[in-house]
């Protein structure tokens, strides 16, 4: 990667494949990058194994050690263009004191959802250093690992989908009591949400400065809303974000993606706020985003999850329609269009990575 022709820049450590980062900042690359939401994870045996040292998930998101070896179990199996960080998009209502926990076979939960008007009032943002050292323990850690080999991604929920849960105090079909909230008592909805996005910018920042390369805000329940809703409640927070991050890093840009499940509807929106790329979920045909968002943004995704439950042979026609679909150029990072099932064949994967790295050659 280019170095940053400011006097006085230490030296930083070439990146050996640095794909990844210029597909989201639009240049020229060899081929399409590939990264999976949810790369390290229970569909991996040694993940498994791994976690069954630790105890439970909390426990592994809170062992640097642990978390750096479940991050780089999939780039051994795989030939991945980046690494995310493991961790959980809810370590920082955690480190508000909201109490998290994993109950199997439930998903997370939290021992003191905000209820009360007081709770709301007295909400104020951890300082990562403090409160959530040991994610960026992971990241450092993770950095010096990976040894310039691929990027390193650092990630967050958006101030939307931390305050759906935080609400909630458990995931939701319909999340009844947020939206209750949202129009009964909009003031403190918005309360919550500008805390939530003060927390949001020091913790990726904090990513950035303990050394992640790139980072991505996932809105995972911001397509639930209303236009309208979507727009004051959701992407206006995520949007104080990204003009707050990090830019720059070790003479090198820090790109950020934007990804919103359901959001297809918005791309235009969500594309005009400043993020390097914008996230889609596989309910949007990735040429037609093309032609909606333009240049403005890089394009990420957008495999159906569920297709790796098929057939290695699936997977590759569905792939290389995606490839086809996007055409030529620049600025696609492969992914799914959400995470990765735990059922998934890690064979099938292989099947995946093997044909965008193959394929998508043509397109470059």
């Not at 939290?110 to 323990?137: G, K, N, Q, T």
């Not at 939206?179 to 950035?208: C, E, F, G, S, W």
């Not at 809105?219 to 727009?231: K, N």
Request: glycine share 8%.
């Amino acid at each position: 990667m280019r170095e940053s022709p400011r006097s006085g820049t230490l030296p930083v450590m070439k990146l050996q494949n640095d794909t990844f980062i210029r597909a989201l900042l639009r240049e020229a690359t060899p081929y399409t990058p590939t990264w999976l939401m949810r790369q390290a994870g229970r569909y991996l045996p040694e993940y498994n194994q791994t976690r069954a040292r630790a105890g439970n998930f909390l426990a592994l998101c809170q062992n640097p050690n642990l978390a750096t070896e479940v991050t780089l179990q999939p780039l051994a199996r795989y030939q991945l263009d980046a690494a995310i960080v493991f961790s959980d998009i809810l370590t920082i209502p955690d480190a508000m004191g909201l109490g998290l926990y994993f109950a199997e076979g439930e998903g997370p939960k939290f021992e003191r959802p905000l209820r009360e008007e007081w709770e709301i009032r007295d909400l104020s943002a951890p300082d990562p250093a403090v409160h959530l050292r040991y994610v960026l323990d992971t990241v450092r850690q993770c950095r010096q690992a990976l040894a310039g080999s691929v990027p390193l991604i650092g990630f967050s929920g958006s101030p939307f989908t931390l305050a759906c849960y935080m609400i909630e105090g458990r995931g939701s079909s319909d999340f009844a009591s947020v939206k209750k909230m949202l129009y009964r008592r909009p003031d403190l909805l918005h309360k919550i949400l500008a805390v939530n996005a003060t927390a949001v910018t020091d913790y990726l920042n904090a990513q950035i400065e303990a050394g992640a390369q790139a980072v991505m805000i996932f809105d995972t329940w911001g397509g639930m809303l209303s236009h309208g809703a979507f727009h004051e409640f959701s992407l206006a927070y995520t949007k104080q974000i990204v003009d707050r991050l990090t830019r720059q890093r070790e003479g090198l840009r820090v790109p950020s993606i934007v990804f919103t499940k359901g959001g297809g509807g918005w791309l235009e929106s969500i594309a005009a706020i400043g993020c390097d790329a914008v996230g889609l979920d596989w309910t949007v045909d990735i040429g037609a985003a093309r032609a909606r968002v333009g240049d403005r943004v890089a394009l990420q995704g957008n495999l159906d999850p569920a297709v790796l439950l098929a057939s290695p042979q699936a997977v590759q026609k569905e792939a290389l329609a995606i490839l086809k679909s996007f055409g030529r150029g620049s600025g696609h990072v492969f992914n799914l269009g959400h995470g990765i099932s735990q059922h998934t064949p890690p064979e099938h994967v292989s099947a995946l990575i093997e044909t965008v790295r193959g394929s998508s050659v043509a397109y470059h």
